[in-house]
């Protein structure tokens, strides 16, 4: 008690609170090492957790992926997408390699492609595209590309900035909907699926993989970006980067909904992907900028292609039975590409 006491009171001093915020670091890591992290990731437990989960669920609670606390989360930060030295810049530079990521790999699947419009030809789904960070940069490769988000607020923005561009917004559009929410009128429809960052964020991976799967058409392309569900990806992806540095708004994250390349590739594989690509990323925070590097302990990006076994998979029939009659399209995905 009274070692308790003192350690308060020489935490409390104002030369302490100072030399705090150095020494916070390794305290935290050993904190969330020895402590807070459960030894059960080794063992994979994590994974069983998921099976678990999957096999508890039943259809009528698979009816949407969109988790009302992570829409609160966004709902707050709206406006700000744009701001380049914001909330969101770790987002605006991922950009320098996620984009040429997205074309290279396009480019080395297609025999031929149009100078300086390297994307021309291809309908892309930028899903939970936000205030469109991404979707912007493959429409001026060419593509068209449809975004869209579950947040209106969202979408607004991403309209008003898009709308700058005159010559790009006639090759943009967004809509506020889950993806659920078009899967049936947009069924094979896109070449390419992009969710980057987003996985991380639905109620439901696996009814969120299996609707990519049918609004891709046969031998589209899935594009992820995601966080690794590490021990290191929990002290840098949430303690470092939302408590320590303030890279996003604390909160930003929930550890347990990270997915390891390993689990996210099971998944694809099972729902009629073969996986093609898995490449690890890193963010180094005192350059702002993104790094390719050779794990996948943090962050990760993954490239997969949909496989002609789509059509066995009938578990998003009975969401889309379901769903069928409140779906209220504002605008028709098909008739807009
Ligand atoms: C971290 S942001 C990424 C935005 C954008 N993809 C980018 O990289 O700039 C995550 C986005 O996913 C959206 N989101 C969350 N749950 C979703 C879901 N179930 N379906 C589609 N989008 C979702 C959020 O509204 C938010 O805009």
């Known amino acids: 008690m009274a070692t308790g006491w003192w350690l308060c009171r020489r935490a409390l001093h104002p030369r302490a609170l100072l030399v705090n915020r150095c020494v916070q670091l390794p305290l935290i890591v050993h904190e969330l090492f020895f402590k807070k992290l459960n030894f059960g990731m080794f063992v994979g437990l994590p994974e069983l957790r998921n099976k678990i989960s999957l096999a508890e669920q039943s259809y009528s609670s698979w009816q949407t992926t969109v988790d009302p606390k992570e829409m609160k989360k966004f709902q707050l930060l709206a406006h700000k997408w744009w701001d380049e030295d914001g909330q969101y810049a770790a987002l605006h530079s991922m950009n320098d390699i996620r984009v040429p990521f997205i074309r290279d790999t396009i480019l080395n699947m297609k025999n031929d492609h149009q100078l300086g419009s390297p994307l021309s030809g291809m309908n892309i789904l930028d899903v939970g595209c936000g205030g469109g960070l991404l979707t912007e940069p493959l429409g001026r490769l060419g593509a068209s590309v449809t975004g869209i988000d579950p947040l209106e607020e969202n979408i607004r923005t991403a309209e008003l900035h898009t709308s700058f561009d005159p010559a790009l917004a006639k090759r943009i559009q967004y809509r506020s909907c889950a993806l659920e929410d078009i899967v049936e009128e947009a069924s094979e429809t896109f070449d390419i699926v992009v969710a980057s960052e987003v996985i991380e964020h639905v109620a439901d991976v696996e009814t969120f993989i299996r609707c990519c799967g049918k609004v891709l058409k046969p031998e589209g392309s899935l594009f992820v970006t995601t966080i690794n569900k590490s021990q290191l990806s929990y002290v840098f992806g949430i303690v470092v980067a939302e408590s320590v540095l ?92």
Do not use: C
Not at 313 to 333: C, F, M, R, V, Y
């Open 246 to 337: 303030g890279i996003v708004p604390a909160g930003t994250h929930d550890w347990e909904k990270f997915i390891a390349p390993e689990e996210l590739e099971r998944l694809l594989e099972s729902n009629g992907f073969s996986v093609k690509t898995v490449k690890g990323m890193l963010y180094n925070p005192l350059s702002g900028s993104w790094t390719w590097i050779g794990n996948t302990v943090i962050n990760y990006a993954l490239h997969a292609v949909k496989t002609n076994i789509q059509e066995q998979l009938d578990p998003t029939e009975a969401i889309l039975e379901t769903g069928k009659e409140e779906l209220q399209p504002e605008t028709s995905i098909k008739s807009a590409i």
